[in-house]
């Protein structure tokens, strides 16, 4: 259960929803084909992973997962991942703004 997860010390919270962040993972080329649609003639193909697709939430979840394990927060708050939400565990205000950053600036080094 996630919430064993979360410390019992724990005061201060820090959530982050990636929502919509499939579309942040690219499609190989090799895979568009089977993301085709036509319309009014004219055929059109998804180059990132599109919201409707089932797997989606579990390609993503995977992809975030291992993202986030290169991740060393400074302050050694929890973190705690349920597919495309995040949240920040810590002590302090100030370990959980600094943790929070820091999570904010790896995300956004890695293309989410």
């Known amino acids: ?6 410390p019992c010390d724990a005061e201060w919270f820090s959530v982050i929803d990636l929502s919509q962040a499939f579309f942040s993972v690219p499609l190989h080329e090799d895979s568009q084909f089977l ?3 036509k319309f009014l003639d004219r055929v059109y193909s998804w180059c990132r992973i ?4 089932s ?7 995977q992809i975030l997962k291992k993202d986030l ?3 060393e927060l400074p302050f050694e708050s929890t973190l705690v991942q349920y597919i495309d939400d995040l949240l920040i565990v810590s002590k302090t205000e100030s370990d959980c703004t600094a943790d929070t950053i820091a999570l904010l600036n790896h995300l956004g080094r890695n293309g989410h």
Not at 1 to 6: E, H, L, S
Not at 50 to 53: A, E, S, T, V, Y
């Open 50 to 53: 599109p919201q409707g697709f």
């Open 55 to 61: 797997e989606s939430p579990s390609i993503f979840n």
């Open 1 to 6: 259960v996630i919430m064993f997860q979360v």
């Open 69 to 71: 394990e290169a991740l």
């Open 35 to 37: 993301f085709c649609f």
